[in-house]
């Protein structure tokens, strides 16, 4: 299996990650080819060689020009304007883009379809991130720093790159954001800026690494488009390692490591690779009486599953543990509900790797009525089936027959099925 793996531990912009690309292999003739097929002016790009604390990569410049094809000093574009200079540049000199607009001009081009597909979803995360920031509908929302043109190229040439690699599988390390405060187009925030908060939620990140941006919303777009594993612990063997050169040069090297990479493990099952936590606590002082309760209020706040264990504590005293496993992002939920709604003084929590099946749903219709199934997928094949427990239990009570009976009667339609 052939593995492209970012490795963002100094973040991710669009033009680190075609620098990246091209430094990993990409040819820049086709690169630059593939572009002109897109029906938008008013731009130059290069590559060359550049270093960062002593690591040799590639760096990429995307230059906008005036409509005489020149390039004003003021406007060409460094990588150190503030985002609100370059938004009044882009105004000055390119007119305005909505989605619509931008999936117009990749449909009409002569892209290939693949490298349409993968820009449109790029696209698609930054304008339903910005749309929820704003709170406006998708096709009508205005990019701000990635409707330019220059972000066009970016996203259109990472679908290229993404296309020409042809892996297997994309990875990705858990992503650096960096810190401080960063120019928008609506003001000042703090580092992550909105779109690029919206575009990762439910994405493994890390801050503080350095006190300025080190990753921008098409950069977040790339990775939450293409990435289908996020973990900080890869296991495979590397055949070929390259760097994209940031413009910044910050007490951290400011590159893009991107590897090829090969494995043999599981090569032909494409399972779900994904990230979690687990939070544990014993107790052994509690009335009994609120079990349900507690894990009724861990579902509503974000637990991806809740379950009780009998145990054996000192003085052998009888006590339950227990386990809650969540999202990244749901953790400061479900603490607070252990530590200020059960009797624990305490708690502790970890990592956890998952591997899953990739998941369908499917209506059945039996003669008594509906029932929604999970299927369980390996390569677009059904390996597991499993009844919904809540539909099946309405049926039974609703027509008095055995639940067994429904189930039956399920995997009866279910085998009938193509």
Known sequence: ?????????????????????????????????????????????????????????????VT????????PPSFKFDGLTSITQKQAHHQDHHES???????????????????????????????????????????IIH????????????????????????????ISSYIQLGGGMVKCAHGTFPVPAPATAEILKGIPVKLGAVQVETTTPTGAAILAALVTEFTDKPNFKITRIAYGIGHRDNAIP??????????TENPAMDYVQSTATMLECNIDDMNPELYEYIMDKLFEAGADDVYFQPIIMKKTRPAIKISVLCQPSSVPSVENILLLETSTLGLRKYDVEKT???????????????????LGLVNDKIVKTKPEYEDCLRIARGNNVPITDVYSEVSILLNLQP
């Open 1 to 61: 299996m052939k593995i492209l793996y970012y490795d963002c531990f100094s973040g991710i912009s669009g033009d680190m990650n075609l620098a990246a690309l091209v430094d990993l292999g990409v040819e820049q003739s086709y690169l630059l080819q593939e572009l002109k097929k897109l029906d938008i002016q008013g731009y130059s790009i290069s590559f060359t060689s550049d270093q960062r604390k002593g690591i040799s990569g590639t760096r990429a410049d």
């Open 64 to 71: 906008l020009t005036d409509k005489t094809g020149q390039t």
């Open 97 to 139: 883009r909505n989605y619509a607009d931008i999936r117009k001009i990749i449909h009409q081009s002569g892209l290939n379809d693949n490298v349409k597909r993968i820009s449109l979803e790029i696209f698609r995360k930054v304008a339903e991130a910005e749309a929820h920031v704003h709170g406006k509908p998708v096709n």
């Open 143 to 170: 990019f701000h720093e990635v409707g330019a043109v220059d972000s066009i190229v970016d996203i259109v040439g990472a679908a290229i790159c993404i296309d020409y690699l042809k892996p297997d599988k994309i």
């Open 254 to 263: 400011n590159v893009l490591r991107v590897c090829l990479a090969e494995t």
């Open 356 to 374: 899953m099946l990739k998941r369908n749903w499917k209506t059945v219709e039996t003669k008594w009525g509906t029932v929604k199934v999970k």
